[in-house]
């Protein structure tokens, strides 16, 4: 079985310009999970998702942050415009349940770099 | 925000040795949940404990949850190169959707 699929693995962009990360969940699970992880700070969570609907975005560090998720099966998270402090490793996680004590499963992450 | 403090941050031992690593919180969480995070990938979860005072064992590893269900602690023994990377301490709650994770402690086990 496929595991949480993101893309790309690997973005590097000016500032200013706009950023969209994508994240494809393991199907049939329901809730779907953005994180941020830098060294600073570790693993933040952005946003959570449960059966597409956007639960929890107090995570999200401002305006610049949207995410969707229009289907099961797809998510985006965009930073517009993007700034040099976005840079940062970021994970879509998705989840069978919505029980805060069931497993989570990791994309491998993409690698942001604004300049 | 329930934190999570996981020491040491940092630790390097040879192989062989044996380590603890601990997860410490002034809340009170349903479950705490162990993930390992390899360089490049996603962290990937170890163990899930549920029950205060409850030991898990997963071959060289040994998971506690206190009884109080605010801290754990991971042992390994007799680590090897394989048993590095970030491990991560998370806290579930029965009431939460989410789960609030620790900063991590990065192992570092040479040969």
């Known amino acids: 079985d496929a595991g949480v699929i993101q893309s790309p693995r690997h973005e590097v962009t000016e500032m200013g310009q706009e950023v969209t990360l994508r994240c494809k969940p393991i199907s049939g699970h329901n809730s779907l999970f953005w994180y941020r992880q830098t060294m600073m700070r570790g693993l933040e969570l952005l946003i959570y998702?449960?059966?597409?609907?956007?639960?929890?975005d107090s995570g999200m560090p401002e305006d610049r942050f949207s995410a969707k998720m229009p289907n099961a099966s797809f998510s985006t998270l965009k930073i517009q415009p993007s700034e040099p402090r976005d840079s940062a490793v970021y994970f879509c996680a998705s989840r069978l349940g919505a029980s805060g004590n069931n497993e989570q499963f990791f994309g491998p992450g993409t690698r942001l770099t604004v300049l | 925000t329930q934190l999570l403090e996981q020491s040491p941050q940092f630790l390097s031992i040879q192989e062989g040795e044996n380590l603890t690593v601990y997860c410490n919180s002034s809340?009170?969480?349903?479950?705490l949940q162990w993930y390992r995070q390899e360089p490049g990938e996603g962290p990937v979860l170890l163990v899930t404990?549920?029950?205060?005072?409850e030991v898990k064992k997963l071959k060289r590893l040994t998971f506690q949850f206190g009884d109080a269900r605010k801290d754990s602690s991971l042992h390994i023994t007799a680590a090897q190169p394989g048993d590095t990377g970030l491990y991560l301490c998370a806290g579930g709650s029965n009431s939460g959707y989410a789960l609030n994770f620790g900063k991590g402690t990065s192992l570092l086990v040479t040969p």
């Open positions: 809340s009170v969480f349903s479950s």
């Open positions: 998702f449960n059966n597409n609907v956007p639960i929890d």
């Open positions: 404990v549920v029950t205060g005072g």
